[in-house]
């Protein structure tokens, strides 16, 4: 009995294992049309035209717009965690170190246009404002996580004694999101990635005080 169910779940497994290759590869797909047209714009027709796939297999994978845009961000979500984030913890002690890998990680990350559009969420925010609604809040969400993730790093900075004295940790991690952003912002708009290039002196000028 318990071979026959474990040959059940295998079997079972193998079923879905095309179904989620598809669904994560048309997600690939999604977040990189959504940094160059928008959310909006991300319909299930419009990714059925751009993946080559028929109308009818999308509508199976999400069954609505939102659906769709809601695993898009969460699909976006684990790109910036596996390219940026990871790294980043992996590569820096808790502190200084830690905190210039995740700016470095998030400089890399716009340079190598992981996304053609550069950061999803940059430019998801900027086009969401104040909009309401799940996809809004789950962006705002995620824009959050990574806002108290700097700040939380720089804390740990402080602590270690790692920042000039009088730094206050919260308004620096500002400043460097601040300089992130702007950075996404202007290498992409003028595809000119000497913008990144300052940056990195700038963050690291910010480190050094």
Same mark, same amino acid.
């Given at each position: 009995?318990?071979r026959?169910s474990?040959?059940?779940a295998?079997?079972?497994?193998a079923r879905?294992?095309?179904?989620e290759r598809?669904?994560?590869r048309?997600?690939e797909?999604?977040a ?6 928008g959310l909006?714009g991300?319909?299930?027709g419009?990714?059925?035209?751009a993946?080559?796939m028929p ?19 969460e ?10 984030v990871?790294? /980043?913890?992996?590569? @820096? ?5 830690r905190?210039? %890998?995740?700016?470095?990680?998030f &400089? !890399?990350y ?5 996304f053609?559009?550069?950061c999803?969420?940059v430019a998801?925010?900027?086009e ?5 609604g799940r996809?809004?809040?789950l962006?705002a969400?995620?824009?959050?996580e990574w806002?108290d993730?700097l700040?939380?790093?720089?804390r740990? /900075?402080?602590?270690a @004694?790692?920042l000039?004295p009088?730094?206050d940790? %919260?308004?620096?991690a500002?400043e &460097? !999101?601040?300089?992130?952003?702007g ?9 000119d990635d000497?913008?990144?290039?300052h ?11």
């Amino acid at each position: 009995m318990e071979r026959r169910s474990g040959k059940v779940a295998t079997e079972l497994r193998a079923r879905r294992a095309p179904g989620e290759r598809s669904r994560g590869r048309i997600l690939e797909q999604a977040a990189r049309l959504v940094t160059v047209e928008g959310l909006e714009g991300l319909s299930i027709g419009r990714l059925a035209e751009a993946s080559g796939m028929p109308k009818s297999s999308v509508y199976v994978l999400f069954g609505s717009k939102e659906e769709l845009q809601l695993a898009t961000i969460e699909a976006a979500r684990a790109s910036f965690v596996r390219e940026v984030v990871s790294p /980043a913890m992996r590569a @820096g002690r808790p502190g200084r170190d830690r905190l210039a %890998a995740l700016c470095e990680g998030f &400089l !890399s990350y716009v340079q190598r246009r992981v996304f053609p559009g550069g950061c999803f969420f940059v430019a998801t925010a900027a086009e969401l404002g104040a909009r309401p609604g799940r996809v809004h809040d789950l962006v705002a969400t995620y824009q959050r996580e990574w806002r108290d993730l700097l700040e939380r790093t720089a804390r740990e /900075a402080a602590q270690a @004694g790692e920042l000039a004295p009088g730094i206050d940790p %919260a308004q620096l991690a500002f400043e &460097l !999101s601040a300089i992130l952003t702007g950075t996404n912002i202007v290498a992409v708009l003028h595809d000119d990635d000497t913008a990144i290039d300052h940056a990195r002196q700038a963050v690291a000028a910010r480190l050094a005080a």
